[in-house]
């Protein structure tokens, strides 16, 4: 990707002080989590600061994600295998109009449905279930 590219670079970010990690977070213009299947808090993170995240959310994860949000759009740009990542760095890279409306898509969803208080109401409705 850099040799067609050369604009872009990459950051790895792992191994430092959360506040750090934040910091560099909010520098990037895109932000990739994973391919294996599941979110992390990377992902969640990132979607709050406004950023395209690219993951590789298997059928599973994206059902539950649904379930657990009421919403069948997710903002999540997907990426299953590396060809499909390239794919979507490309995308992103080239199209600053799709990243900066993804990236307020994805604060937007956060805001709305990925919330303290609806996070709570779950976490609460486990609780009493007990």
């Known amino acids: 990707m850099k040799d ?6 990459l950051l790895v970010i792992e191994r430092m002080p959360h506040r750090r990690c934040l910091r560099l977070k909010r520098s ?14 990377s992902s969640l993170e990132s979607l709050s600061q406004g950023k395209p995240v690219i993951a590789g959310l298997d059928q599973w994860n994206v059902e539950q994600i649904r379930r ?4 069948q759009s997710l903002p999540w740009v997907p990426a299953g295998n590396p060809g499909e ?3 979507r760095l490309n995308e992103l890279v080239n199209d600053s109009g799709k990243r900066d409306a993804i990236g307020r898509e994805s604060r937007a969803f956060m805001e709305q449905v990925w919330n303290e208080g609806r996070v709570l109401e779950v976490l609460t409705g486990a609780y009493e279930s007990l």
């Open 4 to 9: 067609r590219n050369p604009r872009v670079s």
């Open 68 to 71: 657990f949000t009421g919403r």
């Open 85 to 87: 990542l390239e794919q």
């Open 28 to 41: 990037c213009h895109v932000v990739f989590d994973h391919m294996r299947g599941w979110f992390g808090i």
